[in-house]
């Protein structure tokens, strides 16, 4: 059965069924009705849609905006953007409406990390004694794929074409101690340096500079640096001008003025935790063997098996 006859056939019932384009016919006729295409089409209250030689854009707001994916004439659909820019500009309007404008299902199962679906592949739960289908929620929150800049879906099927395995299913269990570790050292670097006040000059100038001094953490050349510093348990004075600038304007800016030095550590921490997973990607945690470990050439697991072998040589 092809998904619009699925939706067809239950959309009376499952309010998750009633997405406004369910392919890419129906968003092309949608924005053929555009008054000036090159503007793009207004969709829903927040999104609007372009076109890009034959694909038709789904973008957050504008052009200049955030781009959720697109639409193709193989009747896919291709999310763009990365978890981190989706949870820094929309990630509460896709988990609200998502499914209201095209047929996927948003659901946060972590910092920075999501799944999606497309909803004709959300099981549907029965209560006793309820005429009413509910949505199987523990499918999105544990089975639906977890989201990834390049995702795609068949729109006629339902069906993704591409899923990774789950990040957190494999986790090399040296590289995570050389990552703990490392963290440790680093923070209490941090902690030191804010002890003795090394911050006071960093976050005046950043008061004066204004919040264009704020790094973007997710661009990889702050998290190569923030990588290298912790790897390394280094502090590169441009490092920590950022940290301060983070500290001063981020969340903050209500009241810079009070921040100082003792607040640093507290700032390192969130910057931390956001990009925890990127920060684990870049010390090979999710690898089977980590760069650290590849650098190493025989990694403690390796070692370990030897040593094992060696003692059942001798014991015969």
């Known amino acids: 059965m092809r998904i619009t006859e699925l939706f067809n056939q239950h959309s009376p019932r499952l309010w998750w069924h009633k997405a ?38 789904l973008y957050y707001g504008s052009d200049t905006g955030v781009e959720i994916g ?17 949870r820094n500009t929309c990630a509460h309007t896709l988990a609200a409406s998502l499914y209201a404008a ?33 949505v199987e929620w523990s499918h999105m929150r544990t089975n639906a794929p977890e989201y990834f800049e390049g995702i795609q879906f068949d729109l006629a099927t339902g069906e993704c074409i591409n899923r990774k395995p789950d990040i957190l299913t494999n986790v090399n269990t040296d590289a995570r101690k050389q990552w703990l570790s490392a963290l440790r ?14 911050f006071d000059n960093m976050i005046e100038q950043a008061k004066r500079d204004g919040n264009r001094s704020i790094p973007d953490w997710s661009n990889d050349t702050w998290l190569d640096m923030l990588y290298t510093s912790i790897k390394n348990n280094e502090y590169p004075i441009e490092l920590l001008r950022g940290i301060s600038a983070y500290a001063v304007w981020h969340g903050h800016w209500y009241k810079p003025a009070n921040i100082t030095s003792a607040d640093i550590p507290v700032a390192v921490q969130e910057i931390c935790n956001t990009y925890s997973i990127n920060l684990r990607k870049r010390f090979g945690v999710f690898d089977e063997v980590s760069e650290v470990q ?3 050439e025989v990694s403690r697991h390796s070692m370990e098996r030897d040593g094992a072998i060696q003692s059942q040589a001798m014991a015969m």
């Open 20 to 57: 406004q384009l369910l392919s890419y016919a129906e968003a092309l006729a949608l924005f053929k009705k555009a008054k000036k295409p090159s503007e793009g089409k207004p969709f829903r209250s927040w999104a609007r849609l372009y076109m890009r030689g034959e694909n038709i854009h």
């Open 70 to 86: 697109y639409f193709s004439p193989d009747d896919k659909f291709t999310f763009t953007s990365t978890p981190h820019l989706i």
């Open 102 to 134: 095209i047929p996927f299902m948003w659901q946060r199962v972590g910092l920075g990390r999501y799944r999606v679906e497309h909803t004709a592949k959300i099981p549907i739960k029965k209560k006793d004694n309820v005429d009413r289908p509910w």
């Open 185 to 198: 050292k680093f923070k209490y670097g941090i902690k030191a340096r804010a002890r003795i006040s090394t």
């Open 294 to 296: 590849a650098g190493d």
